[in-house]
């Protein structure tokens, strides 16, 4: 969070609240304490980081650790995509710069909901952000990319073992389209896999909300 | 030594108790005869007593029951009807005993997960048609105030030319009608209207192209409803005397004031009293009134004209929303009034709608809520 919040927001109390109800599959908890993140001020982007893809890791580690079952965390990534919707108001009454970004899951990637995070703060930051959803077919982002012109393509992956199709996917991209930008990312590069990406011409990894800020200032945010 | 029968009793015990497998017995005649604690949990009591072919979900009336059961080397998948009121699909496994059949059944978790997988799917689908739907709704908003741009430009250019028109045409027609033919006289009338009902139209874009774009500026003041009727009556009388049509303007609780624009109001009142006269003939009459309810001021105009029908009402407040109605007197008018009124009373926080049968009559009202610090 790297703005002046409202007084007497307590983030780690909201935050709990949030991931206990996502253990729980309880969504109305999770709706509640998700509008008190967005009505605090905090920013978008920190709801986003701070708060959902924070408790989306901590729920992957629960799964992974055995302490919770799959069908919570497919419920928990539910209720969390479902909540996204109700920044979409505010989302896309921003003013647009003429920039655009094409953002995809890449193919045998069933977790979208980062790709769409992804899509979202392109959008927050003036940008079109084109999402195309999990498991989608390259041949179908090189249509997309072929109709669109954008500046972008952003891959995501969330599970270590589709990072090869992040290569395969970026390497078919740049050889259809040499100059755009390619981005890559999720948590699938959470322990490590960057510098294999990154070896590909005008390819970079970025892994927090954070860093993608960055680029998108780097690279023209608002006219 | 789990043949041990202390021990295979205890496991028995154990697994008929607690594991969600039902087991039910049936007869030679394929009848439940008894049922473990889950089934009769999961069926409900009734299912014992009743043929298992009852309680089998086959619309289409295609399954061989008694020949399922005595297939004892197959699962079978076989939907139930449930107690909570579902059918539920369950693996059934048919064993022979001496006395008859077990029945030995689960929820068919392969269902259940392939379930699960698809309202995930369809979660996402639908998570996703939303997004592009904001998507949309923004793109279009965009286009919108391009072409309230695009209108308000090409508006403004016009007015002018059209302004010349009107003034020099006038000149001539005061100055040298007396020397023009009467048929020339009349040729330059024609153009004269022509250009009176384009600089309206002009007028109205505008004003639409400036609401539209969110630009409307209030100036809020206080007013009672009689402050505002009084800066339209005149005009409105003169609109409605022209065409011989006489207006009634019935006396209103005067003691209650509510912040608005009073001018922006007026035209409200103006497009909706040349509306009703419009749609009414020679010797009819135009009401208009206003009254409070509640916390709402509410005024209403209602004309003794041929009334609008269900269909046309849906549409009677958009731009450009023509209905069947034909203006009595084949009068011109932009299309543009009625959703003028709309967004100034929308900009009030009001609503507008219209109650009318064909044949007798419309009353068009709009509302006005009353801010916190404007109740008495």
Sequence with gaps: MNQPVKPGFAPEEVYRTYLRGLLAHDHQTCRASFLQWLEADAGLRSTYEDLVRRSLYEVGDLW??????????????????????????????????????????????????????????????????????????????IKLVAAKRPEVVALSAATSFNLAKVVSA?????????????????????????????????????????????????????V | ????????????????????????????????????????????????????????????????????????????????????GRPETFGFRFFSVSVGTLALASLDFQEQVELREQVLALNRELNNLTRQLYQANAELRELNQLKNQFLGMAAHDLRKPIGLIMTYGGFVLDEAGAQLSGEHREYLQTCLRAARGMKQLIDDFLDLAVIESGQLRLNLASATAREIIAGAEPVARLVAAKKGITLLVEEVDDTRRLRVDASKLQQVLLNLVGNAVEHSVSGQRVWLTSRWE?????FAVRDEGPGITPEDQSRLFTAFGRTGQRKTAGERSTGLGLAIARLVVEAHGGRIWVESRPGHGATFLFSLPTKEEEKP
């Design chain 1, 64 to 141: 992974e650790r055995g302490r919770i079952s799959v069908a919570t965390e497919h419920l928990a990534t539910a209720i969390s995509e479902s909540l996204l919707n109700l920044t979409y108001p505010r989302l896309f009454a921003q003013p647009r710069n003429g920039k655009s970004a094409v953002v995809t899951c890449v193919p045998n990637e069933y977790h979208q909901i980062g790709g769409k995070m992804v899509a979202d703060l392109f959008e927050l930051n003036g940008w079109r952000g084109y999402f195309l959803g999990a498991n989608c077919p390259v041949g179908d982002v």
């Design chain 1, 170 to 222: 970026a390497t078919e991209i740049r050889a259809a389209f040499p100059d755009v930008a390619i981005l890559v990312g999720g948590q699938a590069f959470r322990w490590g896999g960057r510098e294999r990406v990154e070896r590909l011409p005008g390819v970079r990894c970025l892994t927090s909300l954070g860093e993608l800020e960055a680029w998108i200032t780097e690279h023209g945010k608002h």
């Design chain 2, 1 to 84: 030594m789990f043949d041990r029968p202390d021990i295979a009793k205890a496991l028995q015990t154990y697994v008929l108790d607690t594991a969600p497998v039902m087991a039910l017995l049936l007869d030679a005649e394929d009848r439940v005869v008894d049922a473990n604690d889950h089934a009769r949990r999961v069926l409900g009591a009734g299912a014992v007593g009743r043929p298992l072919a009852e309680q089998i979900v086959d619309f289409h009336h295609t399954l061989d029951v008694p020949a399922i059961i005595r297939q004892g080397d197959t699962v079978h998948r076989l939907t139930l009807n449930t107690a909570a």
């Design chain 2, 294 to 298: 509640g916390q709402n001021l509410v």
